[in-house]
């Protein structure tokens, strides 16, 4: 069966771009290497938000199928690859999902096919791990026989404004000819398209987009470390510094950085850098001031409960919003960890309540859940505000009867310690 699009991988990215495409007409299929996802998805259940079980349904009915069977591949036009890059235990960029993807394309590339990562990773990953599996595989040469494009996925979720067709897609080729296919695919769906200069130029465009923040945020959040020392209240500062119209971009501190992106695209950016012999320095002092931040909340949280309890052994403390985002069911790589660990080091107990995690764990530990936010505040000693969901209405946090520390600068109360 011939088909516009296989998605290589229906999480987070992939299953918004197939439904991006699914919406333009394009015959979509997905393949994944989880039976539960592919499961799921046939019976019309989306794991990822921002993608609805009624968008599912309706992507199944335009034709869209799941699959774990690579056979999937030898009828496709056009192959992306959306698998996950992360860390490994040391802290290097791991690139075996990428580097298993393109084997399995490797086996069934054909002829004309156009093949495009959208993976994030560092400059020289098309080129140099990407094109050697295919080619080694197939016997065809990117350029000539296929084409070999790479195009940073822009997925911002819970985003309600910004999607995978609004939202400026950069797009690069191995060649000039493999760039203009990859312009004519997305072109098909997306309705601004930015062309780089080359694959590598992409690639860093993307990890430089991310780095940004990672470099912003460590910069108000060590701010804010100096404007608690100092007596400053951090929060009226931003306030007036986000009035200025130009020259400034409003950053907000927090309890550290959570998600896929933030905190290990700048890590790819630094491995690269120092495996060329470039010391990254600005990313060094940002990496150092973001990994003390869960520490500095568990200090704070650990002075209020020996303020109002004399010690902190055997109190309770509350964590509110343990995703890694505002109203975002994601946990992945969220700060909550490293402050439910510090606070369970020094004998207290952790309880949490979030509407969007179902279970959140710290070192294979599951923590308690709380579903009645009045009650879990009327039975905490503390409450730390870590993630600002909806729900957390300030007049709520602010009638609290337990301490509060608010790491996010949104409650208000004679009980609220700001961070």
Same mark, same amino acid.
């Given at each position: 069966m011939t088909v516009d699009l296989v998605v290589m991988g229906l999480g987070h990215v992939g299953l918004p771009l197939a439904r991006a495409a699914v919406s333009a007409g394009l015959a979509t299929a997905g393949y994944d290497v989880s039976g539960t996802v592919v499961s799921g998805l046939a019976?019309?259940?989306?794991?990822?938000?921002?993608?609805?079980?009624?968008e599912v349904a309706a992507m199944l009915d335009a034709g869209f199928r799941a699959t774990a069977d690579p056979a999937v591949l030898d009828g496709a036009q056009t192959v992306v690859i959306c698998v996950p890059t992360g860390l490994t235990p040391e802290g290097l960029p791991d690139l075996s #999902?990428?580097?298993?993807?393109? %084997?399995? /394309?490797?086996? %069934?590339?054909?002829?004309?096919?156009?093949? /495009?990562?959208?993976?994030?990773?560092?400059?020289?990953?098309?080129?140099?791990? @990407? %094109?050697?599996?295919?080619?080694?595989?197939?016997?065809?040469?990117?350029?000539?026989?296929?084409?070999? #494009?790479?195009?940073?996925?822009?997925?911002?979720?819970?985003?309600?404004?910004?999607d995978v067709r609004n939202t400026p897609k950069v797009v690069s080729g191995c060649t000039a000819l493999c760039a203009k296919y990859a312009t004519a695919f997305y072109g098909r769906f997306v309705d601004h398209? @930015?062309?780089?200069?080359?694959?590598?130029?992409?690639?860093?465009?993307?990890?430089?987009?991310?780095?940004?923040?990672?470099?912003?945020?460590?910069?108000?959040?060590?701010?804010?470390?100096?404007?608690?020392? #100092?007596?400053i209240d951090v929060w009226d500062v931003l306030h007036c510094a986000a009035s200025k119209p130009f020259g400034f971009a409003p950053f907000s501190p927090g309890p550290g950085v959570g998600g896929h992106c933030i905190p290990v695209d700048p890590r790819y950016l630094a491995a690269r850098a120092e495996s060329q012999g470039f010391p990254f320095r600005m990313l060094a002092a940002a990496h150092e001031v973001l990994t003390h931040m869960p520490r500095? @909340? /568990?200090?704070?949280?650990?002075?209020?409960?020996?303020?109002?309890?004399?010690?902190?052994?055997? #109190?309770?403390?509350?964590?509110?919003?343990?995703?890694?985002?505002?109203?975002v069911a994601d946990v992945r790589e969220s700060p909550a960890r490293p402050v439910a660990a510090g606070l369970l080091a020094t004998g207290v107990d952790v309880f949490y309540h979030d509407p969007y995690a179902a279970d959140f764990s710290v070192d294979d530990r599951s923590l308690p859940r709380a579903t009645d936010l009045r009650e879990a505040l009327g039975e905490a000693d503390v409450a730390i505000l870590l993630q600002h969901h909806a729900c957390y209405a300030r007049e709520t946090l602010g009638r609290a009867r337990c301490a509060v520390l608010d790491t996010r600068g949104k409650a208000a109360g004679s009980r609220v310690t700001l961070l």
């Open positions: 019976e019309g259940r989306s794991h990822v938000g921002g993608v609805c079980d009624s #999902a990428v580097q298993d993807a393109s %084997r399995v /394309v490797a086996a %069934r590339l054909r002829t004309g096919m156009l093949v /495009v990562l959208e993976s994030t990773s560092y400059p020289g990953t098309t080129e140099d791990v @990407v %094109r050697p599996l295919l080619e080694h595989g197939s016997g065809l040469r990117a350029g000539e026989d296929f084409h070999l #494009a790479y195009s940073p996925q822009r997925i911002d979720p819970g985003n309600e404004i910004w398209l @930015v062309l780089a200069r080359g694959t590598r130029e992409a690639e860093m465009a993307k990890l430089l987009e991310n780095t940004y923040r990672y470099v912003n945020i460590a910069l108000v959040d060590e701010v804010a470390l100096f404007c608690h020392q #100092a007596g500095h @909340v /568990v200090d704070r949280a650990l002075s209020l409960l020996t303020e109002n309890r004399g010690r902190p052994e055997g #109190a309770r403390a509350l964590l509110l919003g343990v995703t890694y985002k505002a109203d």
